[in-house]
C-alpha cells in the first residue's frame, strides 16, 4: 500500500530534525536562526523573518514570514560576504558607533 502524500510530507518533515536554533528580536521583527538536519542527514542554515502586520479589512494581526536556506556547503561564504558587508557599512558609516555598541551589548 503506497502512502498519502500529506504522511510523506510529515515523515520529511520529521526526519528534517532541528538540531538547534537562536532568536534575534528587533523591534516588530523577529529572526530565527534553525540549524536543521536534512532527510540526508546534511545540516543547513534556515534563516526566517517574521513580521507582524495588521490586516487592514479586519484589525487583525498575522505574521508575515520568509525564509531562505543556506546549505553547509555556501555557510562560509555567506560568513564571509556578509562580515565584509557589515564591515564596509561601519567603513562608510552606514551604522553608527552607537548603533554598533547597542547591538554587541545585546548580545
Given at each position: 500500500?503506497m502512502d498519502s502524500f500529506e504522511n510523506k510530507e510529515d515523515k520529511e518533515?520529521?526526519?528534517?530534525?532541528?538540531?538547534?536554533?537562536?532568536?534575534?528580536?528587533?523591534?516588530?521583527?523577529?529572526?530565527?536562526?534553525?540549524?536543521?538536519?536534512?532527510?540526508?542527514?546534511?545540516?543547513?542554515?534556515?534563516?526566517?523573518?517574521?513580521?507582524?502586520?495588521?490586516?487592514?479589512?479586519?484589525?487583525?494581526?498575522?505574521?508575515?514570514?520568509?525564509?531562505?536556506?543556506?546549505?553547509?556547503?555556501?555557510?562560509?561564504?555567506?560568513?564571509?560576504?556578509?562580515?565584509?558587508?557589515?564591515?564596509?557599512?561601519?567603513?562608510?558609516?552606514?551604522?553608527?558607533?552607537?548603533?554598533?555598541?547597542?547591538?554587541?551589548?545585546?548580545?
Amino acid at each position: 500500500m503506497m502512502d498519502s502524500f500529506e504522511n510523506k510530507e510529515d515523515k520529511e518533515q520529521v526526519e528534517r530534525k532541528e538540531l538547534f536554533s537562536k532568536r534575534v528580536r528587533c523591534g516588530r521583527r523577529t529572526y530565527f536562526f534553525d540549524v536543521k538536519s536534512s532527510k540526508n542527514n546534511e545540516p543547513y542554515l534556515a534563516i526566517t523573518e517574521s513580521k507582524r502586520c495588521l490586516n487592514e479589512n479586519n484589525g487583525d494581526y498575522f505574521f508575515e514570514k520568509n525564509k531562505i536556506f543556506i546549505s553547509k556547503y555556501d555557510i562560509m561564504l555567506f560568513h564571509d560576504e556578509l562580515g565584509k558587508i557589515i564591515d564596509q557599512m561601519k567603513v562608510d558609516k552606514l551604522i553608527s558607533e552607537e548603533e554598533q555598541r547597542e547591538s554587541s551589548s545585546d548580545l
